[in-house]
């Protein structure tokens, strides 16, 4: 080639004879190489012994080997198309420190499994364990003949150069294809997993596949998977196909026919390596990368058992039964309506001069304490009163002077507007409301002073803001719940989704329909609230047309936007449960919990209306620090659990949110948070405290507040001391608790008035209590849970109670749904006994 290459100038003849020679060479070459190979390979033949033995079933072989013997075990049985019959493999290795493995090949006539020992499986962060003893069973591809002979070969071959003894068994499993309703025990190991099989019977379109073990540990994997070779049974390869999930004590998969067009499909059992998916401890982190940990012994006894799930007849029986429900309320409130409106003819009307315990025998006797007596409201605030009152205000507040002849708790006599057009500046409305608000005694008629029509908008924007939030909310909650669903059943991956295993039935896509069908409550009641409401803003809109003495003087403002704001909420909440129920986890459990936060933020803002419906805060504003709550409520979901820093920034902004609340309502909104409001609160301090021992001057408004601070306090420093891993029901906790205390105060106070509960408010009240004790008594049973790992959450599982169909966590929306109708019917009706009292002699507080 050399001379080809100097020569490349010669004529073109040269050439040709240099390139015929290197391909010459070339060829050469390339046999020679093959010849030497071919001699190799019989030389290595030669001297490697291949020893095929007739072997026989449930006899176990003692042998030995080495890189110069191969033995193959040749094994033959009668298969048939209606029986399956499991064949298993167990090696077990006799002679340690080993170098190199042993391999086993076993051919089959559609399947090959090879495996080594000793078996080395890997946990987390390349953890390397190693396993001497090694069975897995072979998989047994369906025949089509009626009867026939399969033969299968095992092949053992090494290359160690030492000789290596082992123990060798093939063995039939009798128990192979499981029985309906038969439980049937087995032991597992990481190194020793075990399948079965389930034929569909006639008639049953879905079943129940339940494990169960009396230990938590070590964890396991149980795994669905069609009838194909090769069956994935390692901890490395289960979760390739078909449906899994891990489990400490139990496990269940609901399996349906439709899935498998076989009609039969194979249970799996795999026990892992370590317990860190099901909580359990972590082993140490190796000191050398190659070390082999110990496994330890991680035997594990379970037992299986397959039942029939329910048939369509429950499905259709269920939902039935929950429509049923709901619309009987619809029913009984028809028939109410309908008697309300025979009784509507007699209603009496408003009188000038009647207190609240004239309109009808009240509960209670009005007692004589500082609101002094009902019937000379007006005269009853004393110019004495008044002037120390301002006096005071004039001391602390800087408020400007103005007469008081005009200034008195009855309508007539009190400004009748705080539009800019009645006042020369705006310091004289400033001043006006300074001098109303800041009385020591309240009337509803102080409150009530700006035009309806401007009121009634400002409210109806709750109802609006609340609707487009949830079109903004929910459209994206639905796509990502969908995804979630895909996801479940395009991976398999039973994990991901927390739900009641024991009583989940699926529907089409759906992996837990009962749990989506139960909140139809909360939308059906919701929907039934708001034509409720809707009848009641009717009737009063022709009450104000007719000029109605009643519906224009009397009773408490009627304000129907945060009611319809309300049950808006309501309807949401049910939707965005039904939501949450696609695919329960910790990342979408602020889905559940979001409207909650509304319902409990417009209950209270809804009672602070009633009586103080000119000073309420504006849908804004009452949106935007829901908004902040929410926030807070994602925060502490992502970043909570364990995170000192956050929980005490969220304790001190939770200290500090109480106190100006706190604040805002003593005063009536009459304060100002500026760079002079610490001068003035020690000028308070001093004046009140120091030089002259005074109490407060709202003795009741005090009250709640005080009592509000004790609990808010509290929960806050519950939160810093134990930090709940559930940080969205804590948040919860908080709303509810002070919804309730301010209910409370204002049914107490309400009945210190004088004023009276109408039987029908108090049924809802009665009845609404009890039914909140009964939904809190199947909320708190807890099913599941994703404060742990999805195994550990199985272990609460139970089974349907109520026609076979619904669960506990079902009844709690069943219950809640209910209670929440009645809570809302209670804050609609609880001040009917108002309704033909004027506005001077109903009290704030």
């Known amino acids: 080639m050399l001379i080809c290459w100097k020569s490349r100038h010669k004529p073109s003849g040269f050439l040709s004879t240099c390139f015929k020679w290197d391909f010459t060479l070339r060829s050469l070459y390339v046999l020679f190489t093959l010849v030497l190979n071919i001699s190799c390979y ?37 298969v048939s198309r209606n029986k399956t019959e499991g064949v298993r493999v167990w090696v077990n290795l006799l002679t340690e420190n080993t170098k190199s493995p042993i391999l086993f090949v076993v051919r089959q006539k559609q399947a090959v499994l090879s495996f080594q020992v000793p078996l080395i499986l890997r946990g987390l962060y390349q953890r390397k364990y190693l396993y001497t003893q090694v069975g897995r069973t ?3 591809p369906p025949t089509r003949a009626l009867s026939e002979t399969e033969y299968f070969y095992v092949d053992v071959s090494t290359l160690s150069s030492s000789t290596i003894k082992y123990q060798f068994r093939i063995s039939r499993v009798d128990s192979f294809t499981l029985q309906t309703d038969l439980k049937f025990s087995f032991t597992a190991t990481p190194s020793q997993p075990q399948y079965f099989k389930y034929d569909f019977p006639d008639g049953v379109d879905s079943v129940i596949v339940k494990v169960n073990s009396q230990t938590n540990f070590p964890c396991s994997v149980m795994s669905i998977q069609d009838i194909q070779c090769p069956v994935y049974d390692l901890d490395n390869n289960v979760a390739f196909i078909g449906m899994y999930q891990t489990m400490t004590k139990t496990a269940a998969i609901t399996v349906q026919r439709k899935d498998f067009p076989s009609n039969s499909f194979y249970v799996v059992v795999v026990v892992k390596t370590e317990d860190e998916a099901c909580g359990g401890p972590l082993k140490y982190y190796p000191l050398l990368p190659d070390q082999l940990m110990d496994p330890g012994n ?10 029939p799930a329910i048939k369509s007849e429950v499905y259709v029986m269920g939902m039935l039964f929950c429509l049923g429900i709901f619309l009987s309320f619809y029913v009984l409130t028809f028939l109410m309506a309908c008697v309300e409106s025979k009784r509507g003819h007699h209603k009496r009307e408003c009188h000038p001069d009647m207190s609240p315990a004239e309109t009808g025998k009240g509960l209670v006797t009005p007692l004589p304490y500082e609101y002094g007596s009902v019937a000379d409201n007006g005269s009853s605030f004393s110019s004495e009163a008044i002037t120390d009152s301002i006096a005071s205000a004039e001391v602390h507040y800087g408020y400007m002077e103005r007469s008081l002849e005009s200034v ?12 800019e057009d009645d006042y020369d500046t705006l310091a004289d409305i400033d001043s006006d409301k300074n001098i109303v608000r800041t009385k020591k005694y309240l009337c509803v008629s102080d409150l009530a002073r700006k035009d309806k029509r401007i009121l009634s908008k400002k409210y109806q924007i709750y109802f609006w803001n609340i609707s487009t939030i949830a079109v903004f909310y929910a459209l994206p909650v639905i796509q990502l719940v969908i995804t979630y669903q895909t996801v479940v059943n395009v991976t398999g991956n039973q994990d991901i989704c927390y739900y009641n295993f024991l009583c989940a039935h699926p529907l089409g896509a759906l992996s837990s329909f009962n749990n989506i069908l139960s909140n139809l409550g909360y939308v059906m009641l919701g929907l039934l609230f708001l034509l409720i ?44 449960s039904a939501c949450y129920h696609v695919c329960p986890n910790y990342t979408n459990f602020q889905f559940d919990t979001s409207f909650m936060y509304m319902i409990a933020g417009l209950c209270m803002l809804k009672l602070y209306q009633k009586r103080h419906p000119d000073i309420n805060a504006s849908a804004y504003t009452a949106y935007a620090c829901l908004a902040a709550v ?10 909570g659990k364990g995170n000192t820093v956050f929980w005490i920034v969220f304790s001190v902004i939770h200290i500090l949110a109480t106190m100006l609340l706190s604040t805002q309502l003593y005063y009536m909104g009459r304060w100002r948070l500026d760079s002079g409001v610490f001068r003035r609160i020690l000028h308070i301090v001093y004046t009140d405290c120091i030089r002259t021992c005074s109490g407060p001057m709202y003795i009741d408004r005090m009250v709640l507040l005080v009592m509000g601070n004790i609990v808010n306090w509290s929960l806050a420093a519950y939160g810093l001391i134990e930090r709940p891993s559930d940080f969205a029901s804590y948040l ?28 029908l408010a108090l049924v809802c009240i009665l009845f609404t209590a009890v039914v909140w004790g009964f939904a809190l008594f199947f909320f708190f049973q807890g099913l599941s849970t994703w404060q742990k790992t999805p195994a550990e959450s199985r272990e609460h ?33 609880m001040d009917d006994d108002l309704d033909n009292v004027q506005r001077d002699k109903i009290y704030v507080f």
């Open 42 to 78: 019989e030389l290595a033949t030669e001297t490697n012994e291949i020893v095929q033995k007739d072997a026989q079933f449930d006899f176990t072989y003692n042998d030995e080997v080495n890189t110069g013997i191969q033995t193959i075990y040749a094994f033959n049985h009668t």
């Open 138 to 140: 072979l998989c047994q």
């Open 298 to 307: 991680r035997s594990k006894t379970l037992d299986v058992v397959v039942s």
């Open 408 to 419: 008195g708790c009855s309508r007539q006599d009190s400004l009748s507007s705080v539009e």
């Open 533 to 576: 409401v809707l009848q009641r803003d009717m009737k009063h809109n022709r009450a104000l047309v007719r000029n109605d003495l009643a519906a224009l003087e009397c009773g408490i403002p009627k304000h129907f936007g945060l009611f319809y704001a309300m049950g808006t909420a309501l309807m949401m909440e049910g939707l965005l």
């Open 630 to 639: 929410i926030f807070f409520s994602v925060l502490g979901v992502v970043f």
């Open 732 to 759: 919860l906790a908080i709303a509810i608790c002070n919804l309730l205390l301010y209910f409370a105060f204002y049914i107490i106070m309400k009945l210190r008035s004088g004023e009276r509960i109408q039987c």
């Open 797 to 829: 599982n139970r089974e349907c109670i109520l026609l076979s169909f619904f669960d506990d966590h079902d009844i709690w929306h069943f219950l809640s749904s209910i209670a929440m109708f009645g809570s809302f019917l209670v804050l609609l009706t």
